[in-house]
């Protein structure tokens, strides 16, 4: 598994056509809130506010970017975009690029503007104890 030194270094290390994608999904996400911090944990970029908010995953196979929300089953999905790939946990929402983030983006901006209320008003739902719940 990779080391980075950062977001910037997971970046730079990706594929130069998923780069452009990559920057503007993370600037979106720490924009979003005034509380949002970003750290590299298990090799990829998280982001936190409140608690766990989601993560940026490039899947290989593909080439494409996914922004995993950490408590995806407890969003609504009204944009119909999260998709849960059989996991219990976590749904997300793919990007091929920088043109499919533009025709997905109001509803990526309504889903990840959820996932931060769902984490402000409901601290008690931790997503650690989620995870060692399922296990």
């Keep these: 598994m990779a080391k980075f030194l950062d977001i910037d270094d997971f970046i730079q290390s990706k ?7 990559l920057l503007q999904l993370r600037k979106v996400i720490m924009l979003a809130h005034p509380t949002i911090r970003e750290r590299i944990s298990w090799s990829i970029p998280f982001f936190y506010c409140f608690d766990h908010l ?5 899947i290989k196979k593909t080439n494409v970017v996914e922004v995993c929300f950490a ?5 609504s999905n009204e944009a119909g975009l999260l998709d849960a790939k059989n996991r219990k946990l976590i749904k997300g929402i793919s990007f091929k690029n920088l043109q499919d983030y533009k025709e997905k983006e109001e ?18 739902i931790k997503f650690y104890n989620m995870v060692m719940k399922k296990r």
Excluded at 15 to 21: E, Y
Excluded at 54 to 58: A, E, H, K
Excluded at 107 to 124: K, R, S, V, Y
């Design 15 to 21: 594929d130069t056509s998923l780069r452009p994608l």
């Design 54 to 58: 989601c993560y940026l995953n490039v």
């Design 71 to 75: 408590k995806g089953f407890h969003l």
């Design 107 to 124: 509803g990526f901006l309504e889903t990840l503007q959820e996932a931060i209320l769902f984490n402000e008003t409901n601290p008690e």
